[in-house]
């Protein structure tokens, strides 16, 4: 996945990587299991445990293979709240996101390809600066949370609770701090409107209009 502006991470391509680099991914994707939004996978810690496992499967022994997982195939992690999938009676099955980057705190693991690594649940990259102010020491972070990226970190981990959130939230203006809870509540218990996301539509399907 080749650098390039925020806005411009796109689904399709992130399928077309899978595609065209799955051997050199730490996942194994299920054959026929594609969908517009999603695909079956098998997760690996990173591609030496996939040769290893690869390995005892060649010689007969196929109890190694982890278990298969759906993922969210999307542009970035966000999407995670964008279409509503933290809601906890949203029955998706989704268990894990493969993105184009990681741009949020989510409660699955996720693949990030301009990374080329997994983020474990809750789990957030810190090479764009820390959201903990304690670690920020330099402001990086500070700079970051007025991007799209940065905000969307910051809610992801609002809404995850996570107490370095709360102190990176204490810091901003009182009028941005309540208008920023208010939006964290509504996406902690409401589904966003409109149709929810299709997950079970076949890649490629075209419905007749």
């Given at each position: 996945m080749r650098d390039r502006r925020y806005s411009r991470y796109r689904r399709d391509e992130v399928f077309e990587v899978i595609a065209q680099q799955h051997e050199l991914l730490p996942i194994d994707v299920v054959p026929d299991t594609a969908t517009e939004n999603s695909v079956n996978i098998r997760r690996y810690q990173d591609i030496h445990e996939k040769d290893r496992i690869h390995q005892q499967v060649a010689h007969g022994d196929c109890s190694a293979l982890p278990p298969v997982e759906k993922a969210l195939v999307a542009g970035r992690s966000s999407r995670w709240y964008d279409?509503?999938?933290n809601i906890s009676y949203y029955q998706h099955g989704i268990t894990c996101i493969i993105a184009a980057t990681h741009d949020s705190c989510v409660t699955v693991p996720v693949y990030a390809l301009d990374t080329r690594q997994w983020y474990e649940p809750l789990r957030m990259r810190t090479d764009l600066g820390?959201?903990?102010?304690?670690?920020?020491s330099e402001g990086v972070f500070t700079h970051m949370r007025k991007t799209p990226y940065g905000h969307r970190m910051l809610m992801g981990a609002l809404i995850c609770d996570r107490s370095f959130a709360e102190a990176r939230l204490a810091t901003l203006p009182s009028s941005t701090q309540a208008?920023?809870?208010a939006k964290v509540e509504r996406m902690k218990t409401h589904r966003r409107s409109g149709r929810p996301i299709r997950l079970?539509?076949?890649k490629g399907y075209k419905q007749s209009m």
């Open positions: 279409h509503s999938l820390h959201l903990d102010p304690d670690k920020d208008r920023i809870r079970d539509i076949p």
